[in-house]
Structure formats: structure tokens, C-alpha cells
């Protein structure tokens, strides 16, 4: 293989694709990062065995190959370079040469035949949306998702396409976070699907603004084919939760008896103050509502006191709700829009946090001290 490749080009496709590579890898392929040079392009992919992530970035290629290198040594080697245009050559013995102005490096590799190869899908079992949506979608369900692995089905977002609708849900038992949207889908490539928490995280970073993403499914797997007006070619395919997701339909309260309009900002500010006040023993804040105020008393007898007051259009009766502040600010934090409304039936029952558009997120009060 014998290549010559411009420096921002190349970071790209490492930048793409070594965040899956973990730190301690048990075998030393997963350590390295597949370089195929064909055509006009070459093509990085890097693989844990559950999420493999790939990339095609232009190049000149003088001679057709593959190998794989050690992806943190390449990456470190490239990002201190000094020119612009990188020389890469392997021999048969997978020693890769790389070449830059004075600089010049020799890496062992290790053969290509040895990494591991990335599953085939079949076509219909797939749906094409803008990945605006998709990240839109992603940022408003990830941050809710399950980090307790005793509970492994709720490690990822749940994803369901069907009669015209993708919906993704994310919950930890405690909070629950629903968007969806509507999209074209065939009847056939209609289903469901667990996508774990590395898979988000590794999309949540990837997908862009523009361009489109193709997102596969098939029984325990799923790719996310993203292409972008650049042309660059990116592909995450990764490994799904196995089990059902569990019945979240039942956790969003009915009608509410107050719908409170807050100003995102001002709530997320507010929260924040009085979160500093609480401790391990008493990380509750109480929600106070009265006519037309929201005190945000927090009182924790090793740390002390603070109040927080809001101008607030609320017409009801008085009512005081307690809540993990910081399961409110993440849910805030991951909406875009000035004006979100909390809608409550009683102090006993979750809170509802919703905005002008088609996102839920419902969180359970906790015991007012």
C-alpha cells in the first residue's frame, strides 16, 4: 500500500473513528485502526467488537492496500507533523512507513486479514432521515439513560418506527425522556430496537447539522450510514441491547391540572444556585408554587440554606413539589426553546416538563422534607 494524503484530510478520519478504541484492549487488533486504500479514497475503521466505526476521506492512492496501525500512535504522530502532506507505504511485513518534510516515522503494524470484519445488512429493514433530526432526537433522550447495568435494557435509547412515526425514549426508572417525529417509513421496515449508551454517545459526536443519515436495523444489530455535502462518508454500526424495553407508556401521567409557562434560562439559572446548597443526604429541591411565584426554598442542615423566587404565570392553588434539581437542569439543558411548560397534578404525582413540539419528559418527585 502506497498512499499520499493531506494532514486535515487524515485527522478527520482518525478523529471519526479512534474514540471507540478503548484504553485496555485484551486483544491488540482492537487497538488499531484499519487503513483500506482504494480509488480515490481511503477508508479508517476502528472496532470494540459492539460499536465499529468507519470513514472514507479523499487521498491519493499509488498503490491499492490494507493494513492496520496502532490508532493512538498514528493520531499522536500526525497531530505534531509539521507539513500538510503525508507519505503513508506498508511493505508485506505490515512495518508502515510515514513520511512528512524531515520528519519520518516506521510503526509495526499488524496484517489486515486479522481484523475483525463488519456485519452485512440487508436493505429492508432501513429509513433515511436529515441527521439534524436524529441529533436533535439523540440530544433530548441521552442524557435520561440508565447508567445502572443491573437494569441492562434501560442502558441505551429505545427506538421505534412505526405507522409514520420514529420515536426514541430514554429512562433510568427515575426520569423518562420521549421524542418523536414523523417520517416516511415502508410497512416492512417498520420495528424496534435498543441502541446501547456508547452508540449514542459515539453518534451524539458524529452526526452534523447537514446531510442525511440511513439508519439499518436488522435482530442485533444496527448501522447509521451518515453522508454530508462535503462528501464525507461516515458508518456506525454497532451491537443492540438484547430484551424488551419495558411498557414507558404507563409512566406518562395523565391530564395535568396545572400547565405553569417558565422561562428556560431563568429556571436553569435558578436551579443551579439552589443545586449548590444541597448534599448527598438531601439533594432535593422544593418547587413552591403560589400565585403567580415559584419559590425554590432548598434547606440542608450540614450546608445551610437558600431561596430562589421566579415571576411565574401560575393561577392555582398552592402547591409544593420536591425534585432531584439536577434531573430538571439536565432535561432543560438539552432543549433549545426560551419557553418550556412544567404541568403538575399534585405533589405526589411526576412532573411533566414539555415544550411547543413533540417532546415529553417526565421525572418523579421525591419526599418533601
Known amino acids: ?19 471507540v478504541v478503548g484504553s485496555r484492549t485484551t486483544l491488540p487488533i482492537l487497538s488499531n485502526v484499519l487503513l483500506r486504500a482504494e480509488g480515490d479514497r481511503v477508508e479508517f475503521t476502528a472496532t470494540d467488537l459492539d460499536v465499529s466505526v468507519s470513514c472514507k476521506v479523499e487521498a491519493k492512492v499509488n498503490k491499492p492496500g490494507a493494513t492496520t496501525i496502532p490508532v493512538k500512535k498514528l ?19 505490515n512495518i508502515c512507513t510515514i513520511r512528512c518534510g524531515s520528519s519520518f516515522f516506521k510503526i509495526n503494524g499488524l496484517s489486515a486479514e486479522e481484523f475483525p470484519p463488519l456485519p452485512k445488512f440487508k436493505d429492508d429493514k432501513k429509513v433515511t432521515l436529515s441527521q439534524e433530526t436524529v441529533k436533535g ?21 429505545y427506538i421505534s418506527l412505526k405507522d409514520h412515526k420514529m420515536t426514541m425514549v430514554a429512562t433510568d426508572g427515575r426520569r423518562l425522556a420521549l421524542v418523536d417525529e414523523e417520517v416516511d417509513i415502508s410497512e416492512k421496515s417498520s420495528g424496534e430496537f435498543i441502541v446501547p449508551a456508547k452508540a449514542v454517545t459515539e453518534l451524539n459526536r458524529l452526526l452534523q ?8 436495523f436488522g435482530e442485533n444489530q444496527a448501522s447509521f450510514a451518515l453522508k454530508d455535502e462535503k462528501d464525507l462518508s461516515l ?48 439533594n432535593s429541591v422544593k418547587l413552591s408554587f403560589g400565585k403567580n411565584n415559584l419559590a425554590i426554598p432548598t434547606n440542608s442542615p450540614e450546608v445551610g440554606e437558600a431561596r430562589e423566587t421566579l415571576a411565574v404565570n401560575y393561577k ?12 430538571l437542569i439536565d ?39
Open 1 to 19: 500500500m502506497n498512499l499520499s494524503i493531506a494532514k486535515d484530510k487524515i485527522l478527520v478520519g482518525l478523529q471519526a473513528v479512534q474514540n
Open 75 to 93: 493520531f499522536g504522530i500526525v497531530r505534531e507533523l509539521g507539513g500538510t502532506e503525508i507519505e503513508i507505504e506498508t511493505d508485506e511485513k
Open 137 to 157: 432526537m439523540m440530544r433530548k433522550t441521552s442524557f435520561a439513560v440508565s447508567t445502572d447495568e443491573s437494569r441492562y435494557v434501560l442502558n441505551g435509547i
Open 209 to 216: 447539522e447537514k446531510g442525511e443519515v440511513e439508519i439499518k
Open 235 to 282: 458508518l456506525l454500526i454497532t451491537k443492540l441491547i438484547e430484551g424488551n424495553y419495558p411498557n414507558y407508556r404507563q409512566v406518562i401521567p395523565g391530564e395535568a391540572k396545572e400547565r405553569v409557562p417558565l422561562n428556560r434560562e431563568e429556571m436553569v439559572q435558578a436551579l443551579r444556585r439552589a443545586e449548590i446548597m444541597t448534599s448527598e443526604k438531601a
Open 316 to 327: 392555582g392553588k398552592e402547591m409544593a413539589i420536591a425534585f432531584n434539581p439536577r434531573y
Open 331 to 369: 432535561a432543560l439543558n438539552a432543549l433549545s426553546e426560551d419557553e418550556v411548560f412544567f404541568e403538575l397534578i399534585d405533589e405526589l404525582s411526576p412532573g411533566v416538563i414539555k415544550i411547543n413540539g413533540p417532546f415529553r419528559y417526565v421525572v418523579m418527585p421525591m419526599r418533601l422534607s
